[in-house]
């Protein structure tokens, strides 16, 4: 049924700011009993995003994506202000992607007058980015519960650069019963192996020139692990400092190796079971990034 | 296509305790565009629970009544290990009145290993009941939006004698954008006056003889403001806990007179948003009532 042409006819993305014009364009396609698929962003897309955007395409018949920076998730004096706002160059990215609807709510309509509703994952939010950005977790979890309930998507797609989020939003949607499949998708990376994000924009010259060391930092700790048998947590992350410190002029926020399925600190490497995630402040710009043992 | 035979083919009521029985029995009805009405109790039904299931009944083709003890919803020290559980009795008036998908979820269901996602209203849940049962309310949110999550009713139905409940429930539905109706029902009484409630099996002889003043008082509250012009929120108040303490043998937990929508104290009745609370412990019980004024 899909137009086969090279370039695909982009004409049809809708684009809605109300929930009732998404639920409306939503309400055939899911009588019909057609997958929908959902990206959740907060614009200034990048080939992360892309990456996910694509992949709802090749799973579902319907690709929804919501762009929409949200207050919630932002601490005092964090980047909510200057987080970047393109929302034509998005638009356009949306469109070429073959999304289907586009969904950008205004504050008002998302968090009207009388708002009084959070969702917490007790725990998980606690370590990690939790520790120095707290309530950001209970923003992600509460905007991302909303975006659901105004999409109610089939499938959900999340980056896992952002590994501890995505942790988190699969324990609230099995704790929360909600009927939605969440897939994450790898990192994806600059060619000198800089995790893209949108805060990268941030990044002066040098601080640009820098920022390839900190995965370079987790791809040594890996090759300790796999290539000298080093399985000390303590040891891996003193490797992973000295070469942030080495090579960057950015402050470390964290180096932890935690376990994947509690995010709690483990001694030792379990294998397939532990996440390596760093935090560092470079530049203008907050800098996350992890590698999966 | 209901049955039209009087008494009603009860002989088809589901009884599911795992959610893809839930899901499966509703999915047909879902694809069909059938209405889904449900009815959230914690079980020891009476004809205030009745109610509800009858106007579901009236309202949609599908009603889907669950019964569970919720525990997250009782502080330490409250009725959870007493509270009446009689399951039989409650499916066979389930299924006189019509039910078709009775849901009995264990807790481990509900709350299984490394459950951690909680969901908040502030503000409203601060006052009245939340003042004395801390973390109630947050339980009750948190329930409701799981069974939610499993049942995705058009509609569902809450008793006004738990009207700060209902209100709240309102709130989060609205917030976190729900696509479900919430329909409130009048309090039924007893034929004294007695709010009905599942707590009031607690009654011995001589606390239930006492137990229809805490209404009495409410009315005698309603009457001072309709018939004498009594608008000063604290002279209806005393009006009330005189009432209350003449007649009973109980202590009073509160007697709160709010704004409907806010739940916030009022000086002065508000005609048509103000509510008339209170909470009293009589015998070995600790029974609520309110009015509107």
Known sequence: MESQLPGRDT?????ACDIETVRSFLAPARREGKRI??????????????????QARRDCAV???????????????????????????DREMCER????LLFCPTDALVYPDGYATNVVVERLGDGLCGRSRPGH??????VVLKLFGIVSPDVAYFGWKDAQQAIIIKRMVADLNIAVEIVTMP?????DGLAMSSRNQYL???ARRQAPAIYAALEKARAAWREQGIADCNTLAQIIRDHIRLNT?????YVEIVSLDRLAPLGCVAPGNTLVAVAVYLGAARLIDNIRL
Chains 1, 2 share one sequence.
């Open 249 to 253: 002029s950015g402050r470390i926020d």
């Open 97 to 100: 992607e073959g999304t289907d």
């Open 63 to 89: 690709v929804v994506v919501s762009i929409y920076v949200n207050p919630l998730q932002f601490g005092a004096g964090e980047d909510f202000s200057r987080y970047p706002r393109q929302f034509e160059r």
């Open 11 to 15: 004409s049809v993305m809708q684009v």
């Open 37 to 54: 698929g959902f990206v959740p962003t907060m614009g200034a897309l990048h080939e992360g995003h892309l990456t996910l955007i694509r």
């Open 187 to 191: 990192t994806v990376r600059e060619a």
């Open 137 to 142: 977790f209970r923003g992600v979890t509460t």
């Open 204 to 206: 002066d010259a040098e």
